[in-house]
């Protein structure tokens, strides 16, 4: 394999918005990782890919699981050696329409082990190597359920799962801004995914768009941000 060209991680990507992240970086001659929980729908998303010409290998993730994360980070540096792009997609949205007085906390500490512990750590284990290189880009997918400046009642671990991690992306960008290591955070908005349901206004293409700028920022691009439409957006 080519050492030299970018080396990106996606996580939850089998499909849905993960996926055209992963189809679209290939399609910039980035060399793409594509992670996912159920080895069987991650092996066909990357044949499917690999039919167009995009080189992409699966890697069986689940972010909650710790040593799969340190086996992803030891799998991707012993066969290209640097990681450049790393996409925080996975996700879960639970409890969508239960009041925040009778939610159970488990569903709450699900939300956050999986939309925030496992970012948390991916991100520990990623940023040395791309210290290592003077260069990095991490696009965390939140949503704009997550906005404090629009907080309003249910959804409570979804919400909370996404205001936090817009927290590790303001946090982490200001520790990491003197190595160019660009983090941002973003919405893609209202998307027809098995999430988002067959009547949400945008496609998987839209939703991806500001993810694949934000993972390929040029050196002087912004961070520390949150994103919708590749404009930015308040907290």
């Known amino acids: 394999m080519n050492n030299n060209k970018r080396i990106a991680i996606v996580t939850g990507a089998n499909k849905g918005i993960g996926f055209e992240i992963c189809r679209q970086l290939g399609h910039k001659d980035i060399t793409v990782v594509l992670t996912a929980r159920n080895k069987t729908k991650g092996e066909l998303a990357v044949q499917s890919l690999q039919n167009e010409g995009i080189n992409v290998s ?3 993730l689940d972010v ?5 994360i340190q086996s992803l ?6 066969d290209w050696g640097h990681i450049d792009i790393l996409v925080n997609n996975a996700g879960i949205h639970l409890n969508p329409e239960e009041s925040a007085l009778d939610v159970k906390i488990d569903t709450i500490r699900q939300s956050m082990e999986v939309d925030v512990y496992g970012h948390i750590y991916l991100c520990q284990k990623v940023i040395p ?5 003077n260069y990095g880009r991490i696009v965390n997918m939140s949503s704009k359920a997550g906005q404090l400046s629009s907080m309003g009642a249910k959804k409570l671990g979804y919400k909370m799962s996404k205001a936090a991690l817009n927290v590790l992306t ?7 801004k003197e190595h160019n290591i660009l983090i941002n955070a973003m919405t893609p908005g209202w998307v027809r995914t098995e999430m988002g349901g067959d009547q949400a206004p945008r496609s998987v293409v839209q939703g991806a768009d500001t993810a694949i700028w934000l993972a390929t920022l040029p050196d002087n691009g912004p961070s520390g941000g949150f994103f919708f439409e590749r404009d930015l957006i308040p907290w």
Do not use: C, G, S
């Open 58 to 60: 699966f890697f069986p």
């Open 129 to 133: 190597l791309m210290k290592e290189n």
């Open 73 to 78: 980070i030891d799998y991707v540096k012993n």
């Open 170 to 176: 303001a946090v982490l960008a200001d520790e990491v």
């Open 64 to 68: 909650t699981d710790f040593k799969a």
